[in-house]
């Protein structure tokens, strides 16, 4: 069992593996194969869990424990950040989770209107 919090970094990653993903523990996904249509990374999407396909050596160049940052919207993988760059996308996540927010309420208003 991995820690709350934790980047799943692996060679590949199935359908049947995705689907068994504990969702508060594991925050994103990065794998050496498969691609974004592929079905593990579709079944991360709809888990909302970012995910980065085809990082070659990536379980060789990220270590156990080293922070990452994993970017599902751009497919940037970005180990070891330095402090500014984390801080950005600590914003960047933070504006996406309010955009979600408002369209969520958006939503709503149209079922209740419509």
Excluded at 49 to 78: C, F, M, N
Excluded at 98 to 104: A, D, F, G, Q, S
Aim: hydrophobic share 45%; aromatic share 2%; with cysteine.
């Amino acid at each position: 069992m991995l820690e709350k919090g934790s980047v799943l970094v692996t060679a590949e990653l199935t359908p049947s593996m995705t689907a068994c993903i504990d969702r508060e523990n594991i925050v994103a996904v990065v794998t050496e194969e498969g691609s974004m249509t592929s079905h593990a990374a579709i079944l991360a999407r709809a888990m909302e869990i970012p995910a980065v396909l085809s990082v070659q050596g990536a379980t060789r160049l990220i270590k156990d424990g080293e922070q990452i940052i994993v970017d599902g919207s751009s497919g940037e993988v970005i180990p070891s950040p330095d402090e500014a760059t984390a801080d950005e996308y600590r914003r960047k996540k933070q504006r996406k989770k309010w955009r979600n927010r408002l369209i969520t309420g958006l939503a709503i208003v149209v079922i209740l209107v419509g």
